[in-house]
């Protein structure tokens, strides 16, 4: 995701090499190099060859779906093997067929494509303001005063 959310970025400034996107996010560039294989594959980015080749999105940023990099690095969407999008998958388990816990997973995964679908790279390039109250400096308060009794 970090991968993609800074080539988006750049887009429109031409290709990014991946020393410098593994750099700028603190990644591995072998890891990157894989990543950005199966990213190609699914016609999310492109490369050019060259002094000053690398990577770029393939197309603008707000025409790219969250759902379509997860499945382009991940494979189906599917909270369990019973719920996920490709059929072929609900066959794997044999209690598929009369497993009511399979309709659990399966609104699951419909909730999570559903909020994966509403978000676009483009959103998720927009810088962000920092926050006053960064996680680390906010001390947690327990959620009851008094110690927890067992029953």
Request: net charge negative.
């Amino acid at each position: 995701m970090r991968l993609m959310v800074e080539l988006a970025r750049h887009h429109g400034s031409g290709p990014v090499s991946l020393a410098e996107l593994a750099d700028h996010e603190a990644l591995p560039r072998p890891y990157l190099e894989q990543l950005v294989v199966s990213l190609r594959e699914s016609a999310l980015v492109s490369s050019t060859r060259g002094a000053h080749g690398g990577y770029e999105l393939a197309r603008d940023p707000d025409q790219i779906r969250m759902s379509e990099v997860i499945r382009a690095l991940e494979g189906p969407i599917a909270p369990m093997i019973c719920a996920s999008e490709d059929p072929a998958h609900a066959d794997l388990c044999d209690r598929t067929s009369f497993c009511n816990v399979n309709l659990l997973w399966g609104r699951v995964r419909d909730a999570l494509i559903f909020a994966l679908d509403s978000v676009t790279l483009a959103e998720l390039a927009q810088p962000r303001a920092a926050h006053p109250h960064h996680p680390m400096s906010v001390s947690i308060e327990p959620m009851h005063k008094e110690p927890l009794r067992t029953i």
